[in-house]
């Protein structure tokens, strides 16, 4: 199966004129944008495969560039022609599949080596450029890929392609992430272990530092679950959270999660105690209409600063209330905390989200980040991305730094801070002491 196709195929672009999508979007006339009616396609499909499933799930990088480039009706036009395009070259496949925005989760029925086959038509679809009216539009993509084993459930098969798709957006070069199969542990299996694991203690936390891109210094950290499961050994963050979803102790672990890192944050020497740290909080959190006065509570009862704390989400925390998200961060805000949107870069709506939300920070996904080195259009688009920010007065967080290279271009193009394993990954409380301390007074990364 291939990774990591070149761009510019010899095979001829697909073309799809304006007239032609106006066709398509009026055919779509009746449904919601965004969204088939394929996910009962997909469970007759899995019920009835005989030879096996596989379950490809695909999003475009950079999306957001798109749209802020050409407009959004352009971006829109642009997720029509890529539905358009993955249908007719999977029209040879027993296969089902669901939009979601500008993501894509396709089932498709056979043995490995057509499953193979299908991830590879959509990588050779995907890299070809696309022709919008006059503009030529070329968007990167990255492909999670699940097996399904047994009689796995379809929704546990979707959720490793998804996280597999999390993995490869991580990844640097990598495009398309096959899921591991985690030992034939099933989901609902980890979801049991997790009602026990917080009691045990078994979640923890890390914690990665942010840097000033100029001068090195070590302003804040981002703080990051892991669960030291007794059998599996250390599990991040997108399965722990994929487990309790599947438990529905996706709040009670954001509560575990949020009081643990400000505790042990309240816990260091003084010579951390400029250091900032950043706290994912979830859809759930926002759901609870006593949200702000919990997180801030918790904050008190650890005995920090709000000015020291961040509450950092993700577009999918957002996309069900964007208006409540709003009003619960604003009075977030009032109370000397800041805010900062995530991976900012690889959704569906994150424009509309600079535009409505109060924000402090804007992170950068580290598809966008490591692109930076690679050529003249990539160093545009970042800074496109870097323009927005300053123009709407946000400090920027570029993740997945790797490189000195890397650093020395974002630095010049006016980013402010990064994370990255250029100064370390995430570190336990010891080694991020050690890591702050041992340079000089200044907390210089770089020791």
């Not at 009706?73 to 358009?84: F, P, Q, R, S």
């Not at 545009?380 to 870097?386: A, E, K, M, S």
Request: charged share 25%; with cysteine.
């Amino acid at each position: 199966m291939g990774q990591d196709r070149i761009a510019g195929s010899r095979d001829p672009p697909y073309h799809v004129d304006m007239e032609r999508q106006s066709r398509t979007m009026q055919r779509a006339a009746g449904r919601r944008r965004g969204e088939r009616s394929a996910s009962e396609e997909q469970e007759r499909l899995v019920a009835g495969a005989a030879d096996g499933v596989i379950a490809i799930v695909v999003a475009p990088t950079s999306f957001e560039i798109v749209n802020a480039a050409y407009g959004r009706a352009t971006g829109d036009l642009l997720v029509d022609t890529m539905d358009e395009r993955l249908s007719r070259v999977l029209s040879a496949f027993d296969s089902a599949a669901v939009r979601g925005g500008a993501t894509f989760t396709i089932v498709v029925a056979g043995n490995a080596r057509v499953g193979d086959q299908a991830v590879d038509i959509v990588e050779q679809a995907l890299e070809k450029p696309f022709h919008i009216g006059l503009e030529t539009i070329h968007v990167g993509a990255r492909i999670g890929v699940a097996r399904r084993h047994g009689d796995e459930p379809l929704d546990h098969l979707l959720r490793r392609a998804a996280e597999a798709l999390a993995h490869a957006r991580a990844s640097d070069g990598v495009t398309t992430r096959v899921a591991a199969e985690r030992g034939g542990v099933p989901l609902a299996a980890l979801a049991a272990d997790l009602h026990r694991a917080i009691e045990r203690h078994e979640i923890d936390v890390r914690f990665q530092p942010q840097v000033h891109l100029l001068d090195r210094r070590i302003t804040g950290v981002e703080a990051l679950a892991r669960w030291q499961h007794p059998r599996l050994g250390v599990l991040g963050a997108e399965t722990l959270l994929a487990a309790a979803e599947r438990a529905g102790l996706g709040v009670a672990l954001s509560d575990h999660v949020q009081a643990l890192a400000l505790r042990r944050a309240s816990e260091w020497p003084a010579a951390l105690s400029h250091l900032r740290i950043a706290v994912n909080i979830t859809a759930a959190d926002l759901s609870r209409t006593p949200f702000v006065d919990r997180f801030v509570a918790r904050v008190r009862e650890a005995g920090l600063a709000p000015e020291r704390v961040t509450a950092e989400m993700t577009e999918g925390a957002l996309i069900d209330n964007l208006g409540g998200a709003a009003t619960s961060l604003t009075a977030l805000r009032d109370h000397g905390c800041r805010v900062a949107l995530d991976d900012f870069g690889t959704g569906y709506s994150s424009l509309a989200y600079l535009a409505r939300l109060p924000l402090d920070y804007l992170k950068i996904d580290r598809s966008l980040t490591q692109a930076i080195t690679s050529d003249a259009r990539d160093r545009t688009v970042v800074q496109g991305v870097l323009s927005i920010a300053e123009g709407l007065g946000l400090e920027t967080i570029a993740e997945g730094v790797e490189t000195e290279a890397q650093r020395i271009m974002l630095a010049a193009r006016g980013c402010t801070l990064y994370q990255g394993f250029l100064c370390a990954g995430p570190l336990d409380d010891a080694a991020l002491i050690a890591l702050v301390t041992c340079s000089d007074d200044k907390g210089t990364c770089g020791c």
